[in-house]
């Protein structure tokens, strides 16, 4: 069987080459590009301006990415929202939706598993077992957007996976997700988050988008790094700053520094001193997250004394920190549990 072409991946510029290889005008592919993008179709049969016959030769010749909702939960301390997705494959995906006060909040996963290896991480835990397409990751948006019934206006590509591992997927699902004739997002809502694979966070920069970038920092030496991620024997943290500090003169976007902070690791004050020497020459922000810890591992959270302590010290060196306020505390444990939970069936 040939594989057939997934048309919610496609750009504009793209369908309308489609459309025109197919016979038909060009305004169709604007048509159908706006029932995906903006009406959030699920299927061609809702495309209701489109003729049967067209609608059939669709249906025939491509295939249309609809994840399918399998499992939701909602805090009912804040309203956030866990959901689980199936792919077509059968594989599961884990999606949050989060409301501010800003607008509401998604985070997506960007591969199914990951081969990052985190030591502290659920995700990663039986490795990665594929890419997500673009259609796969904007559907995760597009699912949440009509279930809830109202408007995402931030995205942040920190669920399932590492996104610099898949780099062309994301560099595709970021176009049509800003594209002024889909959901128009804006890029300064979207943050997309790395272990650090360096050659990828370079070429990002050289796209010069507007997002902004996290990287997940967790140590601030380069052995302690390679005790909690494997991707630091790869890549030193000299050469991490190198490329953050590349990415800010490419963008002038500020970078954020992610901090898991787990007691007895790297939560001390000479760790905060570290901490400070890297971030005090970039422009950038440190999110402090306390470890969410998981069954499979022994890591604990730093307590509250500890972690105030640790904020205090770069604050008074004048480093930009927040703690990352746990949201849906309720609903499960860390990032990547809703679905392992499902697949171990429990
Ligand atoms: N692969 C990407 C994005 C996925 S995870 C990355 O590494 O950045 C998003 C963030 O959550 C990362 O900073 C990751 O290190 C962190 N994280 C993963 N598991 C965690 C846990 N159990 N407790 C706290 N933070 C965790």
Not at 49 to 55: A, F, P, T
Not at 200 to 222: C, F, G, P, V, Y
Request: glycine letters at 6%.
């Amino acid at each position: 069987m040939t594989e057939r072409i997934d048309i919610k991946s496609l750009s504009l510029e793209e369908l309308i080459s489609e459309m025109e290889s197919l016979g038909e005008k060009k305004f169709r592919a604007s048509q159908i590009y706006d029932w995906m993008h903006v009406k959030l179709a699920r299927g061609f049969d809702e495309m209701t301006n489109l003729s049967g016959k067209l609608r059939e030769k669709l249906q025939q010749q491509y295939e249309y990415t609809s994840l399918k909702l399998i499992q939701y939960q909602e805090s009912a301390i804040d309203g956030t929202r866990k959901y689980l997705f199936a792919l077509k494959d059968g594989n599961v995906v884990e999606s949050v939706w989060m409301k501010y006060k800003h607008g509401n909040s998604v985070c997506i996963s960007s591969q199914v598993g990951c081969r990052m290896g985190c030591r502290f991480c659920a995700s990663t835990l039986d490795g990665l077992e594929r890419n997500l397409l673009p259609s796969e990751m904007l559907d995760q948006i597009y699912s949440i957007q009509a279930h809830t019934g109202q408007r995402v206006s931030n995205i942040v590509v920190m669920g399932t996976g590492e996104p610099m591992d898949n780099y062309d997927n994301l560099l595709k699902f970021l176009r049509l997700l800003t594209d002024e004739h889909g959901l128009n997002i804006s890029q300064r809502n979207i943050t997309v988050s790395t272990c650090g694979i360096v050659p990828n966070m370079r070429r990002l920069a050289e796209e010069k988008l507007q997002i902004t970038l996290a990287l997940s920092l967790h140590a601030s030496t380069d052995a302690k790094r390679k005790e909690l991620m494997p991707i630091a024997n790869k890549y030193s943290i000299a050469e991490l700053m190198d490329a953050c500090k590349y990415y800010f003169e490419q963008t002038g976007r500020r970078i954020t520094f992610e901090y898991s902070l787990v007691g007895g690791v790297n939560d001390t004050d000479e760790d905060a001193r570290l901490l400070t020497a890297l971030a005090g020459p970039l422009n950038c922000h440190v999110n402090l997250i306390p470890v969410n810890p998981i069954k499979e591992r022994d890591y604990v959270q730093s307590d509250n004394g500890r972690i105030v302590a640790f904020k205090n010290k770069l604050e008074k060196n004048k480093i930009n920190v927040t703690i990352r306020r746990e949201m849906g505390r309720d609903i499960d444990g860390a990032c990547g549990q809703l679905r392992r939970r499902h697949m171990e069936g429990s």
